[in-house]
Nanobody, 123 residues
Framework: QVQLVESGGGSVQAGGSLKLSCAAS???????MGWFRQAPGKEREGVAV???????KYAMSVKGRFTISKDNAKNTLFLQMNTLQPDDTGIYYC??????????????????WGQGTQVTVSS
């Protein structure tokens, strides 16, 4: 019933930008939604989360470069990524789950996941 579909990934040069989208359906509020990524050989990590009311939380590595937002009318989540670096390379996943107070960037806090979209940043 719950479906999350990511789009917008691609390959860019270092310093470039990409905007990811996540189309969501079947979710009941209140929910937290976020973006997570997994680089080759590394564990999945939280990138950015937006909670009910619009509050956001970012990984330290992307603060000031990435912006998470949501279009509530269209049930679509976005991640604007600027000044991309090679270390940003990975598969980016959209995730959703019931609101939790603690450790919002921890992947295990989320129940629903999209299939992912590849982001590759070359130097």
């Amino acid at each position: 019933q719950v479906q999350l579909v990511e789009s917008g990934g691609g390959s860019v040069q270092a310093g470039g930008s990409l905007k990811l989208s996540c189309a969501a359906s079947g979710l009941r509020t209140p929910y937290s939604m976020g973006w997570f990524r997994q680089a080759p050989g590394k564990e999945r990590e939280g990138v950015a989360v937006i909670v009910t009311g619009g509050g956001t939380k970012y990984a330290m590595s992307v603060k000031g470069r990435f912006t998470i937002s949501k279009d509530n009318a269209k049930n679509t989540l976005f991640l604007q990524m600027n000044t991309l670096q090679p270390d940003d390379t990975g598969i980016y996943y959209c995730a959703a789950g019931p609101f939790r107070m603690w450790k919002l960037l921890l992947p295990s806090q989320y129940k629903y996941w999209g299939q992912g979209t590849q982001v590759t940043v070359s130097s």
